[in-house]
């Protein structure tokens, strides 16, 4: 299986473009065009099991250039929408990962770069929320479970209780197909998500179900599987060359397999990309949420 | 006040060296000399109250030289006992502070280089657990109310109870009065802990009262109040000079107040020496609870 | 010897504030009010003498809030005129220090960020640097002798035949007298740099003298001498309680000195400062002599 | 044109495993198997060509096992030999790469962690090098053109003429074809390197020729460009499959080029590993030099 966490690689894979019956998409420009937004509902049972992701809205917001304006904004907007629609008001941001390895890192970086407030609003009062028009924020970067010996789930779950916590955000880093992907773009989905997931390391999922709230994943793909950049070069080159789909996937099945299946690469250029996507994502959960706050900065 | 967290320098402050009645004092030099470690007994209210700290006992371990080994013997040795003696077999290491302020880092470096075995014991179960013969050993460095909003107490108070965890060992930075013992007296108690007392901000104490379990609560002093290092050399030369201990402390009490005040200093080697120091510490811890695997590495 | 690398403070320890001949003084707030700029004029070898510095000019820029924008301003001034006066045109930036250290690492750090021209220049020519108003710019974190077995200007030395440098601009951490001024005074001087002067470790001086270039030295206090600390404060206590200067001179030199005589403290928040003054710095350095570039970005 | 940096990897894309005249070949398994080294030899011009390697001496370690013992060992050997094969005395260990991007730290981070002695030899004189029997080390990490604006050439060619050095030991990062080989070979050659080669970018080589004295290159690879990663898997299965080589070259040829070119992909690990192999070989520098001083840390 060539393996993404990306609803649109998903979407890709399956054969051709036709309509899939319960998967619903709908692709935007915006900001002058330098952003494209892309919105596709997984409806149906029949659809979610197709794409093997499940039902679920999924927002991808891909950056036709390198600037951060336009970007910013369009992560701005999609983060207050969804949160707003599913009503949330005590929010506990976690960034999942392992803040030692660069490319799984992303979540923690983000929850050393935000402004919580739920210590403030908590010894100040609900006036002193209102004068700002500031949500509840929390967050916590629980580490994965090779540092902690805990599932991030348990440490998760005993917070929302204790702190009576409405909804989650979740931050992780992704795996992708294509190397080309990699730090561009951002999914946000509110089908929640599997520490780990993106690396190799399949955890219990962080959803609804499990956990009680709502749970918003916001991930951006830091690795791909080695593996899945040779089968899907070599099929597009096979197709190329005028060999069917079935033949196709008969020669990939056959394919000699590396040892580097398993293998998960990322760009050279690692450090500075999850440096600069860690500020963007704090900088847009600050602005939706503490707005004022980061007026003041 | 000449702020300490060390019980060592607590008592050093009180008046000569004659006897505090209930509190009890043993030193001990071991392992060829190099180490000296010296066990206090707080063990009345009286005591207690002049002490200004908590009834309960205080380890010190001081190196005489910068020799790793002894000292690494000495805390296994302390830790060790300390664990044993209170009967703790499920335990959650907790590493204090925010890992991006450098002497407020040891803790979470700490955690970063332990070996944890929970997740290995739940999934190979207690046969594995005698075969090795090792504790069950969870983590977690649950980060400072300014990055994450909520109180570490909250935090580990709901780990406890979902892990069932019966004790907990919390490693911190710890203030020191004078500048020579920075970095180098390693304090063990079982007192518990106020996470940020360090660094100057007290939260809810950490200890057996508040968390239900045991806490075991290792620190190495790493900042020292610059006032305090004012005071005691005034002190010390004044007294020096001929003037009673009266006279210097109405002196002192009038003494120009620079803004210093609550302005911690560190040396400026502090990155190598919280590095080599959080490195000990985990490899004692290590070494204490699952030292089959650290032979094996 | 109470030991600072400013000359604002040296010109401090000089008793009364009475005139010094051969030494001018001028004062100057600025951008509404929010810098305050002194420059201070060596002109006689008895002003040197008394001063404890070498001849020439030392300018020192203090902020008085902590806001960026005025202090940026301040200076990107103080830098573009001192460099117009020299008449240099292509310049080598030399951050002196260790990057391993954080008290020591302003230097590299602000190598780390600044925008380098010299290779653009030869590659594009001289009507690229014209079309775009540039400077020629290069730089160089020298690394220190502990590291390297190399003396800084013996690196340095060697690189300015090669390249015809005919100036150098030297950021270096600096060593002050009171906590206070830890991180918060720029001191830009036409005097040159004693590298690790700072941080206790004397090296052949970077001047003109030595170099045969103009060396412009740009400093930030980032260590004091615990020992400058108390002898400070122990001076203006007992000079408020009526001691006489000479009373007070004899005093300290009988004072008990601790063990911590050449320990060097810093603030514990200095990952933060470090960081932070490195990036005005670098900043301001960019803008001085590539402001088409720093735009762009 | 499928790129790598080891002669080992040039060897195995020549066709078949036929002699190429010129080009000697010794395998050799040692330290109880867990270690192989290779010495390719490259004499003549034609080999020279048609490796695509400038002729000289290649010697390629590849460790078996994740252990450190043996690896280093080798590595301590076959360092030892080539430079005293060359008659090198005062050596300049040269660490090329950007320290700031992780896969390109290799050398850098080797010449943070060095002992160098030629300013100790410098103040304690000869008897000092001989009473230790210790080489005279100086090193440097000479950034990066894009952060320097200099060429490292130049910033080395004005070094060894003002330290009189006889040789240097280069060490960088390089690039391999087999995401398999990552972090697992290292190449050690007398044919110098071109600074930056590794991660695209090529610079003036620093050999013999340049610089004038003998270079000692030392390389790990650390990243693999993302292209040769395909056309490998692609070769090989399809070879499999029954095709000619003739053909899967056309095949390769007209192959659908992605993006991906020159995206040169590295592991999710790299920080980890990137920072176990610049311990390795700073320690295995060290023991080849400066044995005294390793034994008494």
């Known amino acids: 299986m060539r393996r993404t966490d990306l609803a649109l690689e998903a979407r890709e894979i399956i054969e051709g473009k036709e309509e899939i019956s319960g998967v619903i998409l709908e692709e935007e420009n915006k900001y002058g065009n330098l952003v494209k937004v892309t919105k596709m ?22 950056s036709k250039e390198e600037r951060k304006e336009p970007l910013l904004k369009a992560i701005v907007e999609q983060i207050k929408k969804i949160v707003e629609d599913k009503g949330i008001k005590k929010i506990l941001v976690v960034g999942l990962g392992n803040r030692e390895i660069t490319p799984d890192a992303l979540g ?6 935000l ?17 700002y028009n500031i949500h509840d924020i929390s967050a916590i970067a629980p580490g994965v479970m090779a540092q902690t010996g805990i599932e991030s789930g348990e440490i998760i779950g005993g917070i929302i209780k204790k702190l009576d916590i409405d909804g989650i955000i979740a931050i992780d880093a992704l795996a992708a197909r294509k190397v080309q992907r990699l730090y561009k773009t951002i ?12 690396v190799g390391n399949n955890r219990k999922v962080l959803n609804k179900e499990n956990l009680g709230v709502e749970v918003i994943a916001i991930g951006i793909p830091t690795v791909v599987d080695a593996e899945t950049i040779v089968e ?26 590396g040892e580097d299946r398993n293998m998960f690469v990322t760009g050279k250029e690692v450090d500075e990309k999850v440096k600069n996507l860690s500020e963007i994502l704090a900088e847009a959960i600050n602005i939706s949420f503490v707005k004022a706050f980061t007026n003041l900065s």
């Open 232 to 257: 899907d070069r070599v099929e597009s080159s096979l197709l190329k060359a005028g060999f069917s789909q079935k033949e196709v996937d008969i020669f990939i099945n056959q394919m000699v397999h």
């Open 187 to 198: 999914q946000i989905t509110d089908t929640g998500i599997s520490p780990g997931a993106g």
């Open 108 to 113: 923690p970086w983000v929850i050393d770069q």
């Open 41 to 62: 509902k997984i409806e149906s049972n029949h659809g979610s099991q197709i794409m093997g992701k499940p039902k679920g809205v999924y927002i991808t917001i891909e």
């Open 115 to 131: 402004f919580v407030t739920r210590h403030l609003i908590k010894e100040f009062g609900q006036e002193f929320q209102k004068k």
